[in-house]
């Protein structure tokens, strides 16, 4: 799992990524809201920590341009900021959680874990796609018949957000805007072989297409 820790507290963001990196997460670390705002644009994240009070834009702002641009990244707050005001915006702008400052890096660790359980619909690392084949969530592989089967950057990034939204149609613009990165350029055909591919591993029933608009997996 990715994730982009915000916080110009050098010492507590050092602390933070050394102990998230050492519970198996990829940690991403910006100092300001422009540089955090630039690597969003460019890589794909599983999951924000956004400090509010930082330089250029505060994470409250940052995380409003982030949705109103339809990325739905799951996003947790941390601050110290603590009155029902501050709280109000911290949800208003689409947090998803709010931890105040000081915290106890256990409470984040669950936290955090709570939300990725929740955001993927599943308790366990194993997702089960369909009586043969699980996907496992934090290698990208898929399982099928105890074999292994290593995917794409771009089908396991597909894969994944299907899951998240399982029988659930995702738009072609929901995908276009949490596959392709910011800079690349998106193209129909080329989602349709993501598509095929994944459908040969899983079975082309489960995932379906709806006409015009996008995909379901069932």
Not at 122 to 151: H, M, P, R
Not at 170 to 189: A, D, G, L, R
Request: aromatic content about 12%; overall charge negative.
């Amino acid at each position: 799992m990715k994730i982009l820790y915000l916080e110009d507290d050098i010492n507590l963001s050092q602390t933070v990524e050394e102990f998230l990196k050492d519970e198996g997460f990829d940690v991403v670390c910006a100092y300001d809201g422009d540089e955090a705002l630039e690597l969003i644009y460019t890589a794909r994240f599983d999951l924000f920590l956004l400090d509010v009070n930082v330089p250029q834009i505060d994470g409250f702002q940052l995380l409003k341009e982030l949705r109103s641009a339809d990325i739905s990244t799951p996003a947790i707050f941390i601050t110290s900021l603590n009155s029902m005001n501050d709280l109000s915006s911290g949800y208003e702008s689409g947090a998803d959680d709010y931890i105040k400052k000081p915290f106890a890096l256990k409470e984040l660790l669950l936290r955090i874990n709570a939300l990725l359980k929740r955001e993927y619909k599943t308790q366990e690392q194993l997702i089960k796609i369909n009586d043969d084949v699980d996907f496992n969530l934090y290698s990208n592989e898929l399982i099928k018949e105890g074999e292994k089967i290593a995917l794409g950057h771009k089908e396991f990034l597909l894969l994944k957000l299907l899951l998240k939204y399982k029988n659930e149609c995702v738009s072609f613009e929901n995908i276009y805007q949490n596959v392709w990165q910011f800079n690349e350029t998106h193209s129909y055909m080329s989602l349709r072989t993501y598509v095929k591919n994944l459908r040969k591993h899983i079975g082309k029933e489960h995932i379906q297409s709806i006409k015009n608009f996008g995909y379901k997996l069932v």
